[in-house]
């Protein structure tokens, strides 16, 4: 009854084709049927086309494929449950690293999804299944194309961002952080849609849904491959600036500020010597290397993809077009009947080969694990270690105590220790400074312990200095004043001296010497009268 059916389906075309018009002009993608006419009858290859054209071991190789897309996928949420738990001093997260880790994880789900659900490819025996029929097909292949939109476009905010860091030396803050996101999610959504409007998806290329051949072109691959054309310029000119600051810093036998223990205005470029914009963009570089990595492997990634798949379609559709193309093909299929292994060797100029195919997909399915290789840290390890002593009761301190905390700093000074500018490790220094109260006043006041607390040493970006040892203070004001600051001796002082004087007057102020030398007042000189045989001061 079946093999009735079968031959009734195939309407008088050759084993293994089927006629078209034995079959409803709706339903699933018809576009997607890859027909020729024989004779009088448009002879339809059987549905799925990659069976017929690619040995056995197709399905194996794009199954493997895709569980190492599983793998990526734990990688990348490993990476991302690290960033939401772990502290930053941990993990060292940033929005472009976490934005390009979800794009991935869009991609990767473009290729898990068919693997767990192991969807029917085909309509009919000639039709592949589109959007509109199968909704595995629809989630599938909208998660690969906003995947691979979204992956473009952070990388391509990825190459900005350095480019703009490293050449202009303008600092990447929250305006263009926000402007990252718009662009970053807002393209992908937008391209998202048109092309599901004006081409959709459907099983075209193993179990995965690409997109169609109409439109796909202004839709989808010109714009992703501008955007992507895009960011190899933007990376390849930084490479190229920095090559030339590194040949101008080998002959430049200018003074540097550098080093030398006088502050350095690095921000500006007019006073920039080229060495020392070689030092500053080597620094940068030596911060940025995973980011710079990352996206050329992913712009590698999805160019190679973009070429491979746009040549494959074009030369599906030029078999539409030029059926004469896979002539002997077909007539070796027939005359076989329809043993596809003896034209293996005629199908190979019809469709990519499959190393090439299976190289494709490896790679794309690489990417999460090389963000984990790149952009993971050994202090993830270690902030989940951490953690989870921490639910057994055995929490870490996160204090820096001195090796010498014991020890009394009046004794011995240099047990003061404090972590390097630079070193980062360490969210709190205690030192060995006793805790020394304030004096309590008695109505109730008291003044706060700040020689008690912690003291944490926040350098300056153009601080110059370095952490000193407290010194020794001496509390108590009145010891030692005596034999440091000695006070002037004073006369006694005599009662209602200056009782008698005149305020709005001039008055007579007679020195202490005269007082006990002077001699015995003048008779003729009247009381009040100014004396001018003797030495007077008036005020």
Request: some cysteine; glycine content about 8%; hydrophobic content about 40%.
């Given at each position: 009854?079946?093999?009735?059916?079968?031959?009734a389906?195939?309407?008088?075309?050759?084993?293994?084709?089927?006629?078209?018009l034995?079959?409803?002009?709706?339903?699933?993608?018809?576009?997607?049927?890859?027909?020729?006419?024989?004779?009088?009858?448009?002879?339809?290859?059987?549905?799925?086309?990659?069976?017929?054209?690619?040995?056995?071991?197709?399905?194996?190789?794009?199954?493997?494929?895709?569980?190492?897309?599983?793998?990526?996928?734990?990688?990348?949420?490993?990476?991302?449950?690290?960033?939401?738990?772990?502290?930053?001093?941990?993990?060292?997260?940033?929005?472009?690293?976490?934005?390009?880790?979800?794009?991935?994880?869009?991609?990767?789900?473009?290729?898990?999804?068919?693997?767990?659900?192991?969807?029917?490819?085909?309509?009919?025996?000639?039709?592949?299944?589109?959007?509109?029929?199968?909704?595995?097909?629809?989630?599938?292949?909208?998660?690969?194309?906003a995947?691979?939109?979204?992956?473009?476009?952070?990388?391509?905010?990825?190459?900005?961002?350095?480019?703009?860091?490293?050449?202009?030396?303008?600092?990447?803050?929250?305006?263009y952080?926000?402007?990252?996101?718009?662009?970053?999610?807002?393209?992908?959504?937008?391209?998202?849609?048109?092309?599901?409007?004006?081409?959709?998806?459907?099983?075209?290329?193993?179990?995965?849904?690409?997109?169609?051949?109409?439109?796909?072109?202004?839709?989808?691959?010109?714009?992703?491959?501008?955007?992507?054309?895009?960011?190899?310029?933007i990376?390849?000119?930084?490479?190229g600036?920095?090559?030339?600051?590194?040949?101008?810093?080998?002959?430049?036998?200018?003074?540097?500020?550098?080093?030398?223990?006088?502050?350095?205005?690095?921000?500006?470029?007019?006073?920039?010597?080229?060495?020392?914009a070689?030092?500053?963009?080597?620094r940068?570089?030596?911060?940025?290397?995973?980011?710079?990595?990352?996206?050329?492997?992913?712009?590698?990634?999805?160019?190679?993809?973009?070429?491979?798949?746009?040549?494959?379609?074009?030369?599906?559709?030029?078999?539409?077009?030029?059926?004469?193309?896979?002539?002997?093909?077909?007539?070796?299929?027939?005359?076989?009947?329809?043993?596809?292994?003896?034209?293996?060797?005629?199908?190979?100029?019809?469709?990519?080969?499959?190393?090439?195919?299976?190289?494709?997909?490896?790679?794309?399915?690489?990417?999460?694990?090389?963000?984990?290789?790149?952009?993971?840290?050994?202090?993830?390890?270690?902030?989940?270690?951490?953690?989870?002593?921490?639910?057994?009761?055995?929490?870490?301190?996160?204090?820096?105590?001195?090796?010498?905390?014991?020890?009394?700093?009046?004794?011995d000074?240099?047990?003061?220790?404090?972590?390097?500018?630079?070193?980062?490790?360490?969210?709190?220094?205690?030192?060995?400074?006793?805790?020394?109260?304030?004096?309590?006043?008695?109505?109730?006041?008291?003044?706060?312990?700040?020689?008690?607390?912690?003291?944490?040493?926040?350098?300056?970006?153009?601080?110059?200095?370095?952490?000193?040892?407290?010194?020794?203070?001496?509390?108590?004001?009145?010891?030692?004043?005596?034999e440091?600051?000695?006070?002037?001796?004073?006369?006694?002082?005599?009662p209602?001296?200056?009782?008698?004087?005149?305020?709005?007057?001039?008055?007579?102020?007679?020195?202490?010497?005269?007082?006990?030398?002077a001699?015995p007042?003048?008779?003729?000189?009247?009381?009040g009268?100014a004396?001018?045989?003797?030495?007077?001061?008036?005020?």
């Amino acid at each position: 009854m079946a093999n009735s059916t079968i031959d009734a389906l195939r309407g008088g075309c050759p084993a293994p084709f089927f006629n078209e018009l034995m079959f409803p002009t709706e339903g699933g993608h018809v576009e997607g049927r890859l027909c020729a006419p024989l004779g009088r009858l448009s002879c339809c290859i059987p549905c799925p086309m990659t069976d017929w054209a690619y040995p056995d071991d197709f399905d194996q190789a794009t199954g493997a494929a895709n569980w190492v897309n599983v793998v990526g996928m734990i990688c990348c949420a490993f990476l991302l449950i690290s960033w939401i738990v772990l502290p930053v001093d941990k993990t060292h997260r940033h929005y472009l690293s976490i934005s390009l880790t979800c794009a991935t994880v869009l991609m990767n789900l473009g290729f898990i999804i068919p693997l767990a659900a192991k969807p029917d490819q085909c309509f009919n025996e000639i039709t592949p299944h589109g959007m509109d029929t199968s909704s595995v097909c629809a989630t599938s292949g909208a998660f690969l194309l906003a995947g691979g939109w979204a992956g473009i476009m952070w990388v391509f905010l990825r190459a900005l961002s350095l480019h703009l860091q490293i050449c202009w030396q303008l600092v990447v803050g929250r305006n263009y952080m926000w402007f990252s996101q718009v662009l970053g999610w807002g393209i992908p959504v937008v391209g998202l849609i048109i092309l599901l409007v004006f081409s959709g998806v459907s099983f075209r290329f193993g179990a995965t849904c690409h997109i169609n051949h109409e439109n796909s072109l202004a839709d989808f691959w010109i714009p992703l491959l501008v955007f992507a054309g895009l960011t190899v310029i933007i990376q390849f000119a930084t490479f190229g600036y920095c090559i030339k600051v590194y040949l101008a810093s080998l002959t430049d036998n200018s003074a540097t500020t550098e080093g030398s223990g006088m502050p350095s205005y690095s921000n500006s470029i007019r006073t920039m010597t080229p060495r020392q914009a070689y030092r500053r963009i080597r620094r940068v570089i030596q911060l940025q290397w995973r980011g710079i990595v990352i996206v050329l492997i992913i712009i590698a990634d999805v160019i190679f993809f973009a070429v491979i798949f746009v040549f494959l379609d074009n030369t599906v559709e030029s078999l539409k077009t030029n059926p004469a193309k896979a002539l002997p093909w077909a007539a070796c299929l027939i005359s076989s009947r329809g043993d596809k292994d003896a034209c293996l060797d005629k199908a190979k100029d019809l469709v990519v080969s499959l190393p090439t195919v299976t190289a494709v997909l490896i790679l794309l399915a690489m990417n999460g694990i090389w963000l984990l290789l790149l952009l993971g840290r050994w202090s993830m390890v270690t902030g989940w270690i951490d953690l989870f002593a921490s639910f057994n009761g055995n929490r870490t301190k996160k204090e820096f105590v001195s090796v010498d905390a014991r020890m009394d700093i009046k004794q011995d000074p240099r047990s003061y220790e404090m972590l390097s500018r630079d070193s980062g490790k360490a969210d709190t220094v205690l030192t060995p400074i006793s805790p020394t109260k304030s004096p309590t006043n008695r109505g109730g006041r008291q003044t706060p312990d700040y020689f008690g607390q912690t003291a944490r040493y926040q350098p300056h970006q153009r601080s110059f200095s370095s952490p000193r040892p407290p010194q020794q203070l001496h509390w108590d004001t009145m010891s030692g004043q005596e034999e440091s600051y000695p006070l002037p001796s004073m006369p006694p002082a005599r009662p209602y001296e200056h009782q008698h004087m005149n305020p709005l007057g001039m008055n007579r102020i007679e020195k202490e010497e005269e007082i006990q030398y002077a001699g015995p007042r003048s008779q003729y000189t009247q009381p009040g009268a100014a004396d001018f045989s003797r030495n007077h001061v008036f005020i």
